[in-house]
């Protein structure tokens, strides 16, 4: 079985600031990764996926995701946060013949 | 634009109502897929189908049907027998048997009690 663990359930965090975006996964077999957003009263969007390849993954609106096999990883970064930023962000996991399995998800707060 | 069109987008249910939400998509994809969400839950499966006329259970069913008649169309009934339907739902869509393909997602239906 396939798993999804996003530790921060809320992560406030002031305008201009760096954040990171936890999560880790469990499973038996390789693995593809995504980030999606979601704002408030809408459906999820993709931000980024991890397929193959380089490890360091990066989304046109400045977030970035690394892979670490090692850790069984793939956290979420931006180095500078705007208000705009402020949503809620799943991590999703998908591999072997399991359907996807999206993580709790963490609500990022961008405080002014 | 192709995407995922999910209607109403607010619903209100009264006690022993069936409720139907829809949900339609123009992406041409073979699998569609309904996933209720309550804060701090995540999102949770409840039906999903792979092809026309076929849909399996997810990991939350019970208390819901579905049916997949058109590839565009994959609405939700939610039944009298789910005792705490208040929550939102949302549809997806994806390439079937591509596990590397993300799923695309409709703007959601809020379902509340009267």
């Known amino acids: 079985a396939q798993s999804v663990t996003q530790l921060d359930s809320q992560v406030p965090v002031f305008e201009e600031a760096p954040v990171e975006l936890r999560c880790n996964y469990s499973?038996?077999?390789?693995?593809?990764l995504f980030w999606y957003v979601q704002y408030p009263n809408q459906g999820l969007q993709l931000l980024l996926k991890?397929?193959?390849?380089?490890?360091l993954v990066e989304s046109i609106n400045g977030f970035e995701a690394e892979f670490n096999k090692s850790q069984t990883s793939f956290h979420l970064r931006k180095p500078s946060v705007h208000i705009s930023d402020t949503a809620e962000y799943f991590c999703?996991?998908?591999?072997?013949?399991?359907?996807?399995?999206f993580g709790t998800g963490t609500k990022l707060q961008v405080i002014p | 634009d192709g995407g995922i069109t999910q209607s109403p987008k607010y619903l209100f249910r009264k006690e022993g109502q069936n409720v139907t939400l829809s949900c339609e998509q123009n992406?041409?994809?073979?699998?569609m897929y309904w996933y209720r969400q309550d804060p701090g839950q995540g999102l949770r499966l409840i039906y999903y189908?792979?092809?026309?006329?076929?849909?399996q259970k997810g990991d939350i069913a019970e208390g819901y049907s579905v049916s997949r008649e058109k590839k565009e169309s994959f609405p939700l009934t939610v039944t009298s027998a789910q005792k705490n339907p208040t929550a939102f739902y949302l549809c997806?869509?994806?390439?079937?048997?591509?596990?590397?393909?993300?799923?695309?997602f409709g703007d959601g239906t809020r379902l509340s009690i009267l």
């Open positions: 997806a869509s994806s390439i079937e048997g591509a596990r590397n393909q993300p799923q695309h």
């Open positions: 499973s038996s077999v390789s693995v593809y």
């Open positions: 991890y397929l193959s390849g380089s490890t």
């Open positions: 999703a996991v998908s591999g072997g013949y399991q359907k996807v399995t």
């Open positions: 992406l041409n994809h073979d699998a």
């Open positions: 189908s792979q092809i026309v006329n076929d849909f």
